[in-house]
T-cell receptor, first 113, second 112 residues
Framework: DAGVTQSPTHLIKTRGQHVTLRCSPI?????VSWYQQVLGQGPQFIFQ???????GRGNFPDRFSARQFPNYSSELNVNALLLGDSALYLC????????????FGPGTRLTVL | GQQVMQIPQYQHVQEGEDFTTYCNSS?????IQWYKQRPGGHPVFLIQ?????EVKKQKRLTFQFGEAKKNSSLHITATQTTDVGTYFC????????????FGTGTQLKVEL
């Protein structure tokens, strides 16, 4: 079975631009979470979606938004990019919205110049 | 806000030596998960602990959850080069759904 997939793998943007990152969960998984991982630090929770509804939001500005589609795939949008948004963006899927094992995708490496 | 700290930040060991990383939360956790991230890779789930005082073993790895559910530890016996990576604990608050708060991580290097 395919694992969690994310696209694109790498992305270079300039300050002020916006970006859309995509995630496809493992088949049968209904929950998708997004994390930001800055080099040398642990992943920071951004959003969780379950059954197309937002179930949790981390301490990120409103420039960050996300949504989940009927097929449970998800998009993370970041507007007005800042240099500090440069990071590895990880998507994780799990079977349900509760506290369960999360399966992480390979991530999207975003560089903001 | 909730903080989850891990010590040590780095650990270099000789192959065959034991290794322990400690995780401490500023607030009580409903459960705790452990993940391993290899260099250039993504976090991979190792285990979840739910009960106060719980101890679980996976081959050479032993995981403990503190009695107060505010701390945890991971102990690796007789490290191998395949154990190289960063080990993260990640805590879940009671009623917090699946919002994981990751610890600061412990980077393990194993030398022959």
């Amino acid at each position: 079975d395919a694992g969690v997939t994310q696209s694109p793998t790498h992305l270079i943007k300039t300050r002020g631009q916006h970006v859309t990152l995509r995630c496809s969960p493992i088949s049968g998984h209904k929950s998708v979470s997004w994390y930001q991982q800055v080099l040398g630090q642990g992943p920071q929770f951004i959003f969780q979606y379950y059954e197309k509804e937002e179930r949790g939001r981390g301490n990120f500005p409103d420039r960050f938004s996300a949504r989940q589609f009927p097929n449970y795939s998800s998009e993370l949008n970041v507007n007005a990019l800042l240099l500090g948004d440069s990071a590895l963006y990880l998507c994780a899927s799990s079977l349900s919205g509760g506290p369960r094992e999360q399966f992480f995708g390979p991530g999207t490496r975003l560089t903001v110049l | 806000g909730q903080q989850v700290m891990q010590i040590p930040q780095y650990q270099h060991v000789q192959e065959g030596e034991d290794f322990t990383t400690y995780c401490n939360s500023s607030t009580t956790l409903s459960n705790i998960q452990w993940y391993k991230q290899r260099p250039g890779g993504h976090p991979v789930f190792l285990i979840q602990l739910v009960k106060s005082g719980e101890v679980k073993k996976q081959k050479r790895l032993t995981f403990q959850f503190g009695e107060a559910k505010k701390n945890s530890s991971l102990h690796i016996t007789a490290t191998q080069t395949t154990d190289v990576g960063t080990y993260f604990c990640a805590g879940l608050l009671t009623g917090g759904g699946n919002k994981l708060t990751f610890g600061t991580g412990t980077q393990l290097k194993v030398e022959l």
